[in-house]
């Protein structure tokens, strides 16, 4: 098919418009954060999840209850949403591939497929022509390479279920990385050389059907026991690795001929960007845009999947976004859950908080989080830790 020809066509997609219902597949607080969006914008929302309790579920129009593969659920989904989006990346993307078939799916199975499957991830980025971190790919003990390879010290990482640095292990040598292959139950992993990284940044965009690309500024990121703790935005780093973050990620969406939300996470090592990992879907550090963006990455991921079109990106205010995980409960003597000081961070003027809906506090489990916003970035980065260490986050 020539270009021009795929052009008409796209452009040929109807809008949908609302109060049309939209479907996601997942329950978690992305997917909350796009009913909330879909709301706004007037359409309804079916969330598939099998948790009762699901953060999107419970606020969602119509809440399916059922595992992510069940034919009857899919069947209904297919038969009552307009167009069918994702929050998460291990969906099966089989199950998209069936909606598909007599509905809009947003992004696409093979692009979910990608990102869902770390050897074909990181495949597809460096066959793009984009950098990456060494990697070897791990189909058997015998993958592992010997102590002299330069790839030490590296991290295993299993090549799908992974997230919040679950599934990863830090290896020095062969000996370490067979047993964390064990471990592992010897599924297939990739073997990552261990960088220096200077920083982290991320760059989430929305890609439309016509292949028009608004791309949200580029965030600095910084992680805590493999979980992501702060996002800082603007980064604070050279505007050409900025620029450099934005090229590469408008790049991976446009070899991907992506539609919908992406995530793009990056390692800055001296003055070399490497692709980390995608997300096909809002991700976590783009969760500022929501308080410091003329348009959030949610009301995007609505946009592009009714086919309305993309909103403005740019950032109104600097931002600075701290997660909160389930430890900030247990942050005191007792062993029970105590509620954090909340009254104490919403004290701060230009600080939002987000609340998930989620009953029971666990240890490294995202709970919420807040965003301060600013002019200045250095009294919001201020503001922002003081209110981090009054919820006692990053302190167990
Ligand atoms: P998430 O889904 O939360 O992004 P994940 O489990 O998919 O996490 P990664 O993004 O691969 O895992 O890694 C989590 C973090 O571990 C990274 O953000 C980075 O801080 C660190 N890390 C991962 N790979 C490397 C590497 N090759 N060198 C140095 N640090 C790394
Ligand atoms: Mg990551």
């Known amino acids: ?3 021009q020809q795929s052009n008409t066509e796209r ?3 109807a809008t949908i418009v609302a109060p049309a219902m939209l479907g996601m597949l997942g329950g978690g607080q992305l997917g909350r954060f796009f009913v909330i969006a879909a709301h706004e914008l007037g359409y309804q929302v079916t969330v598939l999840d099998p948790d009762k309790n699901s953060p999107a579920g419970k606020i969602a129009d119509v809440h399916l209850c059922a595992d992510f593969d069940d034919l009857a659920a899919l069947k209904k989904l297919a038969q009552t949403c307009s167009a ?5 990346e291990n969906v099966p993307a089989k199950s998209l591939e069936k909606l598909a078939l007599t509905t809009t799916v947003r992004p696409s199975a093979s692009c979910v497929a990608i990102a869902q499957h770390r050897v074909l991830e990181k495949n597809f980025i460096k066959d793009a022509g984009l950098p990456v971190a060494p990697f070897a790919v791990i189909n058997g003990a015998t993958d592992l390479p010997e102590d002299t390879s330069s790839l030490y010290p590296a991290i295993l990482k299993v090549a799908r279920f992974g997230y919040d640095g679950k599934g990863q292990a830090r290896v020095k040598n062969q000996t370490e990385a067979q047993k964390a292959f064990v471990e592992f139950k010897q599924e297939v992993c990739v073997l990552e050389q261990m960088l220096p990284l200077d920083l982290e940044v991320s760059v989430v965009l929305a890609r439309d059907a016509q292949g028009n690309i ?3 500024p580029t965030a600095e990121n910084s992680h805590l026991n493999g979980i992501l703790d702060i996002s800082i935005v603007p980064a604070r780093c050279s505007a050409v690795i900025k620029a450099n973050a934005q090229a590469l990620a408008k790049k991976l969406a ?11 996470e990056f390692f800055v090592v001296g003055k070399q960007l490497l692709v980390n990992e995608i997300a096909p879907r809002p991700h976590n550090s783009g969760h500022y845009t929501i308080d410091a963006c003329v348009t959030s990455q949610f009301e995007q991921q609505v946009r592009v999947m009714t086919g309305l079109p993309l909103g403005d990106a740019s950032l109104h205010s600097n931002a600075v976004m701290v997660n909160i995980l389930g430890d900030s409960w247990f942050a005191n003597s007792k062993n029970d859950a105590l509620e954090p000081a909340w009254n104490k961070a919403l004290g701060h003027a ?14 490294g489990r995202k709970m919420g989080h807040f965003t301060v916003i600013g002019q200045d970035l250095k009294t919001v980065l201020n503001a922002a830790l003081i209110a981090r260490s009054e919820l006692h986050i990053g302190e167990s």
Do not use: W
């Not at 069918?84 to 998460?88: I, P, Q, S």
């Not at 446009?254 to 793009?264: A, N, T």
């Open 1 to 3: 098919m020539s270009l």
């Open 254 to 264: 446009e070899k991907l001929d992506y539609v919908g939300v992406l995530g793009v």
């Open 350 to 363: 230009n600080l939002k908080l987000h609340l998930y809906g989620k009953h029971e506090p666990r240890k």
């Open 11 to 13: 452009s040929s997609i």
């Open 214 to 216: 608004a791309a949200f």
């Open 84 to 88: 069918v989006t994702t929050e998460f």
